[in-house]
Nanobody, 126 residues
Framework: QVQLVESGGGLVQTGGSLRLSCAAS????????MGWFRQAPGKERDFVAA????????SYADSLKGRFTISRDNAKNTVYLQMNSLKPEDTAVYYC???????????????????WGQGTQVTVSS
């Protein structure tokens, strides 16, 4: 069982940056692939980024490559999402998710994640 708590959201102007954090409970965080998703009002929950349990490999939504960076610190049981050059269309609730998996596994599909955080709101003003 893993509990996830996101933090770091807030209000930022266009072009600004935010770093989201997702703290996980438990002693086996390094056995979980992690992902970030986002959901804007009235829209589906979309893939943002994913990272393998080892942190060796990452994956991003095509539209976000170059602006967003996912990373993790297994010693701190935390995964991060650095978001730069933010745009109003990045406004959404951001969720982190976890899936128990092998060291080199990651996935962009929300249906394959077993645990979810409560989300953190990111609002980008124009």
């Amino acid at each position: 069982q893993v509990q996830l708590v996101e933090s770091g959201g807030g209000l930022v102007q266009t072009g600004g940056s935010l770093r989201l954090s997702c703290a996980a409970s438990g002693r086996t965080f390094s056995s979980y692939a992690m992902g970030w998703f986002r959901q804007a009002p009235g829209k589906e929950r979309d893939f943002v980024a994913a990272i393998t349990p080892s942190g060796y490999s990452t994956s991003y939504a095509d539209s976000l490559k170059g602006r967003f960076t996912i990373s993790r610190d297994n010693a701190k049981n935390t995964v991060y999402l650095q978001m730069n050059s933010l745009k109003p269309e990045d406004t959404a609730v951001y969720y982190c998710a976890a899936r128990y998996s092998s060291s080199y596994y990651y996935t962009p599909f929300k249906g394959e994640f077993d645990y979810w955080g409560q989300g953190t709101q990111v609002t980008v003003s124009s």
